[in-house]
């Protein structure tokens, strides 16, 4: 069990999204990542409210998170009409290569799908459980054997995070969440450096690992590397030879 998990801020992280075709133009990648959840009813069947693949083999919609992270959780709002078919139509990959290395059943494929208890008319939040595997790319990929388009409304994605650090001296924590395993939680004040930053980190099962740092002075000596002339430098030997 994880200590704690959150949600990634996509917008923040200037997640990009991508997809092997469009099945219209109202229906692109970022649809996927708008923020905006789809609200379909009836009446309106939300197409233009969801990212969509035209019909082909081996489609593809991928999440860029820009970095990586230990995901432990993708969530998909879809479509009633396109979850009813969805069994398996695609497969669900967190991994830290991009779509053209990722194949049915490897490592990097996110297990069952769970039916998320928040249901809305006509839309359905489908939950994929990843392991906390280490990742920078989500890939929602087509069956090879399928010619079939690929549809999502909205991709959210959570990865495992630390708790608030222990406060040293001479500093201030910046604020949360904490992901690893690459979070940097201290800012010295004015006149210190940190130091053993990188022997502090957060551990894939929610932990913080190592000794927190120190934020020491600042040396105020310094040396500076001045050229040497070839006369200023002759000078200096055959002074040195007289003496």
Not at 7 to 22: D, G
Not at 34 to 44: A, E
């Amino acid at each position: 069990m994880y200590v704690l998990e959150s949600k990634l801020n996509l917008r923040a992280m200037k997640a990009r999204a991508s997809q092997s075709s469009t099945l219209f133009s109202s229906m692109s990648a970022i649809k996927a990542i708008d923020l905006l959840k789809p609200r379909i009813s009836k009446n309106d069947p939300g197409l233009s409210q969801c990212a969509s693949t035209g019909k082909e083999l081996s489609n593809w919609i991928q999440l860029d998170l820009q970095q990586t992270f230990y995901v432990t959780n993708v969530k998909l709002f879809l479509r009633e009409e396109f979850r009813r078919g969805w069994v398996n139509g695609f497969t669900i990959h967190a991994t830290e290569n991009s779509t053209s290395e990722v194949l049915p059943n490897d490592a990097s494929q996110c297990g069952h799908a769970y039916r998320y208890p928040g249901e809305r008319d006509q839309t359905r939040d489908v939950l994929f459980a990843c392991g906390a595997k280490l990742a920078r790319y989500i890939v929602m990929k087509g069956n090879p054997s399928t010619d079939r388009e690929l549809q999502v409304c909205e991709i959210e994605v959570f990865a495992v995070s630390c708790p608030k650090p222990p406060a040293i001296r001479n500093a201030s924590i910046r604020p949360g969440p904490y992901y690893t395993p690459w979070s940097r939680p201290y800012v010295c004040g004015a006149g210190y450096d940190i130091r053993g930053e990188q022997d502090f980190f957060c551990d894939r099962t929610g932990k913080w690992e190592g000794v927190p740092p120190e934020c020491s002075h600042t040396s105020t000596a310094t040396t500076r590397d001045e050229p040497v002339s070839p006369t200023s430098q002759k000078a200096w030997f055959e002074d040195g030879f007289k003496r």
